[in-house]
């Protein structure tokens, strides 16, 4: 896409929905959300029932979902029904990573934010808690392909805690684990000892510190805003229950036959999760969306209680940064 011809006077700050510019001033709880999912991670009109879904959990906790996502060259921190719908039903919409956003918004473009970008859009308004599925990390033969999810570094200098089910089971969880480690960024398993495999409970990989309620996860962000220092996410891996979880043996060998279809018909870089993502959709029948979606429901209702929890103990969000009030 090229860019529009220089613009000295358009503003591009992000747009805050009336409702998230009145929850950010009165210090009231509130929950980004990405849009990815709805774009690009859900066949229609499954896509919008589910946005809808996901910000009722939120309303429902007490606290106010703020979806996020590019329309028209503006960043959007909270979404109308309007808005919501188009994201859901536009098949234009791109997938907007952080490194994306300022091309986006100079072409006037449109797009779904994925983590990277939500967790810099969320914090930079000044929210605190954002719920997503899975993270992104180090993939597979990451020795040979260098391969590494840009959600990794982003996250390493952005000071929001992000409830998800661990990292995606498609890549390298120990490797991803040590990254994040390096990094600097925080890791609480939420009722748990093990890291969550996302369409798993436990990737068999232990958790240094565990955590079992929303308000010792409160308690640890205030320890860390006390305390001050670089900023980094905290990371608060929340498995999906086992009753809803993909059958691991159905898992492992479907993964397993994934990996070596990759490597058969050559498929490398960008290209490989998608494969691999629709691969296990396509010989799971379905299943491994379902547990996607019952990780996802459960991150968002958890997130919104730690939100409220927060709030409750008198934190509530920090405050935009720099932003517009729609």
């Known amino acids: 896409m090229s860019l529009n011809a220089p613009d000295n006077t358009r503003p591009y700050v992000p747009v805050l929905s009336a409702e998230v510019q009145e929850a950010l001033a009165a210090h009231r709880p509130a929950v980004a959300l990405e849009s990815t999912i709805i774009a690009h991670g859900l066949p229609r009109p499954r896509n919008r029932q589910v946005a809808e879904e996901l910000e009722e959990l939120v309303r429902s906790a007490g606290a106010v979902p703020a979806t996020i996502a590019v329309l028209d060259g503006q960043a959007h921190i909270g979404l109308d029904k309007d808005q919501l719908e188009r994201v859901a039903e536009d098949p234009a919409m ?20 994925t983590v990277s970008a939500t967790a810099f859009l969320a914090a930079r308004a000044g929210l605190c808690v954002f719920a997503t599925g899975g993270l992104g990390g180090v993939h597979r033969d990451w020795t040979s392909t260098q391969d590494e999810s840009a959600d990794l570094r982003l996250l390493a200098r952005t000071d929001i805690t992000v409830v998800c089910a661990g990292v995606k089971s498609i890549l390298d ?6 990254r994040l480690e ?5 890791v609480l398993g939420y009722g748990t000892e ?4 996302f369409y798993l409970s436990s ?23 006390t305390l001050g220092g670089p900023a980094a ?7 999906v229950p086992q009753k809803d979880q993909l059958d691991p043996a159905l898992h492992d060998r479907v993964l397993a036959q994934a990996l070596d279809a990759c490597r058969e018909r050559g498929i490398v870089g960008q290209a490989v999760t998608p494969f691999l993502l629709d691969h296990l ?26 939100a409220v929890a927060r709030s ?14 729609q």
């Open 94 to 113: 791109r997938k907007l990573g952080h490194r994306d956003l300022a091309p986006a918004l100079a072409a006037g473009a449109s797009g779904a934010t």
């Open 173 to 178: 969880v120990p490797a991803t684990l040590q």
């Open 182 to 186: 390096t990094l600097g960024v925080g």
């Open 194 to 197: 093990h890291f969550p495999g």
């Open 203 to 225: 990737s068999g990989e232990p958790v240094d510190w565990t955590v079992r309620s929303p308000e010792e996860v409160v308690e640890v962000m205030r320890a860390r805003e």
């Open 233 to 239: 996410a905290l990371i608060v891996a929340n498995p």
């Open 281 to 306: 959709m396509q010989h799971t029948a379905g299943a491994s969306l379902e547990a996607n979606l019952a990780a996802v429901r459960g991150n968002v209702s958890l997130a919104a209680r730690i």
């Open 312 to 325: 409750a103990a008198g934190h509530g969000t920090a405050g935009p940064k720099e932003a517009a009030a």
